[in-house]
């Protein structure tokens, strides 16, 4: 399996535009989580959904963000209007199940995105 | 506040050294998880402790829980420039009848050849 896949891996967007993360789990992956890494925060969970239906969405900052996942091979994370505080590595990661997970949660390599 | 915290924040020891990383809990543990995350890529499963107690190793990289204290401990031996990076812990924190996967801020460690 090649991983979680992250794409685009770098983005740079102006302020007020929309932008589109996007994400393809491993295959019979049920759970699917995005994060958000900053040197202030650290890393911070977004939303997660199960079987392609959002579970928490405590985490997302504001109405500006908005997460979907209309099949268990894609989801997306989008922010419109974007702004410069939205800087940070964007994370998706995928994993059969929740809690003592043997081995583990499997990350993307990560979303960079800067809004000027 | 961090539910895990790291300490400490960041490291810098000479090539050969040995050095401890450890992670504490504000909550029960139900496990805990050490990633690697090198500088502008994504983070790397390490291991997985369950029990108190329990010791696991990846190379020169040891890991301990003790649940009692709700502390994790990760040492490595005879450090090397590859295991520079970002370390985190994670934990499967309880919430609404879930598990959810939750991080420390992660210690920064450079290992000067």
Not at chain 1, 30 to 49: H, K, N, P, S, V
Not at chain 2, 4 to 33: A, D, F, R
Not at chain 2, 38 to 57: A, P, T, V
Not at chain 2, 83 to 89: D, K, Q, R, T, V
Request: net charge neutral.
């Amino acid at each position: 399996d090649a991983g979680v896949i992250q794409s685009p891996r770098h983005e740079v967007t102006e302020m007020g535009q929309e932008v589109t993360l996007r994400c393809k789990p491993i295959s019979g992956h049920d759970y699917l989580f995005w994060y958000r890494q900053t040197m202030m925060r650290g890393l911070e969970l977004l939303i997660y959904f199960n079987n392609n239906v959002p579970i928490d969405d405590s985490g997302m900052p504001e109405d500006r963000f908005s997460a979907k996942m209309p099949n268990a091979s894609f989801s997306t994370l989008k922010i419109q209007p974007s702004e410069p505080r939205d800087s940070a590595v964007y994370f998706c990661a995928s994993s059969p199940w929740t809690g003592r997970a043997n081995y583990g949660y499997t990350f993307g390599s990560g979303t960079r995105l800067t809004v000027v | 506040s961090q539910e895990l915290e790291q300490s400490p924040q960041s490291l810098i020891v000479q090539e050969g050294k040995n050095l401890t990383i450890n992670c504490t809990s504000s909550k029960t543990l139900y496990g805990l998880y050490w990633y690697k995350q090198k500088y502008g890529e994504g983070l790397i499963f390490l291991m997985m402790l369950q029990k108190g107690g329990e010791e696991k190793s990846h190379e020169k990289i040891t890991a301990k829980l003790d649940e009692k204290k709700q502390q994790s401990s990760l040492h490595i031996t005879a450090s090397q420039p590859s295991h520079a990076g970002i370390y985190l812990c994670g934990a499967d924190m309880a919430s609404g009848g879930s598990y959810i996967p939750t991080f420390g801020r992660g210690t920064s460690l450079i290992v000067h050849p």
